[in-house]
């Protein structure tokens, strides 16, 4: 069975760093391009890191860039996202998402596997 499972959310506060995970299972990550999404309260979900399959083009909003971070570890078929410096404004739930095409990408359409999501609260 295809899956992944997101880890590391909660409650932080502002400039806390946190660190998500995101094993998968019944497929192999490393043939994939990975991602992380994240959906705010009453916003729509948005794209804000992906890898490619062979890990040479990485891609993130402007916004998050210099304070995010994706990273991947094959060997234990499981990727991550480093999240430093938080603001109230990073609360959102994350998601994780893998792409059979290999490519980076931060839309949504480019994914075919998704985790069910974390809370990641940032409040002072």
């Known amino acids: 069975q295809v899956q992944l499972v997101e880890s590391g959310g909660g409650s932080v506060q502002p400039g806390d760093s946190l660190r998500l995970s995101c094993a998968a299972s019944g497929f192999a990550l490393d043939n994939f391009a990975i991602g992380w999404f994240r959906q705010a309260p009453g916003k729509e979900r948005e794209g804000i890191s992906s890898?490619?399959?062979?890990?040479?083009?990485?891609l993130y909003p402007p916004s998050l860039r210099g304070r995010f971070t994706i990273s991947r570890d094959n060997a234990k078929n499981t990727m991550y996202l480093q999240m430093n410096r938080l603001k109230p404004e990073d609360t959102a739930v994350y998601y994780c998402?893998?792409?059979?095409?290999?490519?980076?990408?931060?839309?949504?359409?480019?994914?075919?596997?998704w985790g069910q999501g974390t809370q990641v609260t940032v409040s002072s």
């Open positions: 998402a893998a792409a059979f095409r290999g490519i980076a990408t931060l839309y949504e359409s480019g994914y075919d596997y």
């Open positions: 890898i490619s399959r062979d890990g040479d083009v990485t």
